[in-house]
């Protein structure tokens, strides 16, 4: 591997030369900028607010009478979480039946994995996979410099939260575009990057397996963040907030950005990451190393993406089963299903969550 990366070096320089740009970049980042802002990470008033309420909430309802006065004071949002409740235990019920189903019943595991149409030729080569990690790179540290030569001067207009929302699609945008650019340079098409629309029922079926693998994956999902908050409790580890759980909160009285934050979150960051992941990436790495290790490369990527340290766990049990669902699939759709059911529940659960300790402190 490490002789294909030298030759693709010789072969193309400035690819090393922008390597270089990244490499002195972060370096001056976190070497010599750092040194200048030794403070605590960015904690805002309203995410300590929501922190604090919520550590308060789960302290009451330590007492027996603590949920019917609940119910008393808010019979909307205890219903609601009472439905919530009963869904996540009856969807992890049913994962766990799905998944006993899938170990030991062969007909029910064939319905699942047949695929949906012969496989295609995607034999992009690993050095296509390299440029355009080192594109994205690149792009992310210019749409970062720009946004923060242009912020100073419209300081009260545009909050960081708006240009942290549009980084992130301009970033998508620039980074589907040259995807779709080298695949076809090397005799493919964009719907071999996994876009591939069937028929209207095929479609529908894909969409059911995606709902059926959801479900499969959840008890493993949460068996992993059990574990989890078991160990970050006994070493009093709080993780830190997710990007966009600290716009839903910061942003609740700007619709639009609240609104785009939803869209990003529930629809084009699944869909994006479906593409770039599963779509373009697992290709190269199967091609490489086979379906296993490409599996497990995939995901690591994936979750190494979205966070470190024990948030990585979880998403690496996630990344598994939608590089599972892709391969045996040749299309995205189950997989992109899967993936926007398990954010919008999630991001649901966290609106629900704020809701019943708004009146709290936040």
């Not at 002789?3 to 390597?19: A, D, M, N, T, V």
């Not at 270089?20 to 300590?48: D, M, N, Q």
């Not at 397996?209 to 008890?219: I, R």
């Not at 716009?247 to 609740?252: H, S």
Request: glycine residues 8%; proline residues 5%.
């Amino acid at each position: 591997m490490l002789s294909s990366i030298y030759l693709f070096f010789r072969k193309e320089p400035h690819y090393f030369q922008g390597l270089c740009a990244i490499l002195v970049f972060y370096g001056f980042y976190f070497f010599v900028a750092g040194s200048f802002h030794k403070s605590a990470p960015r904690s805002s008033k309203e995410i300590t607010a929501f922190q604090t309420a919520e550590k308060k909430w789960n302290k009451d309802m330590e007492r027996e009478e603590a949920f019917r006065d609940f119910t008393e004071k808010k019979p909307v949002l205890a219903s609601l979480f009472q439905i919530m409740t009963a869904f996540f235990f009856f969807a992890f019920t049913a994962g766990i039946i799905l998944d006993g189903f899938f170990l030991y019943k062969r007909s029910f595991r064939r319905d699942l994995t047949g695929s949906l149409s012969p496989p295609v030729n995607q034999a992009w080569p690993f050095s296509v996979l390299f440029k355009v990690i080192i594109l994205y790179m690149l792009w992310g540290i210019v749409l970062s410099v720009l946004m923060g030569l242009f912020q100073p001067l419209f300081p009260k207009v545009f909050t960081d939260n708006f240009y942290m929302i549009f980084h992130t699609l301009a970033l998508h945008i620039i980074t589907l575009g040259y995807m779709v650019k080298f695949v076809t340079q090397q005799g493919n098409g964009w719907r071999d990057l996994g876009i591939r629309i069937p028929a209207v029922r095929e479609v529908f079926r894909e969409i059911g397996v995606g709902l059926t693998g959801y479900f499969g994956v959840l008890p493993l999902f949460a068996v992993t963040v059990s574990i989890i908050l078991a160990v970050s409790s006994l070493i009093h580890y709080e993780p830190p907030p997710h990007p966009l759980m600290t716009v839903f909160l910061e942003e609740r009285r700007a619709p639009f950005l609240l609104g785009m934050s939803l869209l990003l979150g529930t629809v084009i960051g699944p869909i994006f990451e479906e593409i770039f992941f599963r779509g373009f990436c697992y290709p190269v790495l199967r091609n490489r190393w086979g379906k296993f290790w490409a599996m497990a490369l995939s995901a690591t990527f994936f979750a190494g993406i979205h966070g470190s340290g024990f948030v990585f766990w979880p998403i690496f049990v996630l990344g598994v089963a939608l590089a599972y669902l892709y391969e045996k699939r040749r299309s995205l759709i189950a997989s992109v299903t899967l993936h926007i059911v398990h954010n919008t529940l999630f991001i649901t659960y966290f609106f629900l969550v704020r809701q019943i300790v708004g009146d709290r402190g936040v």
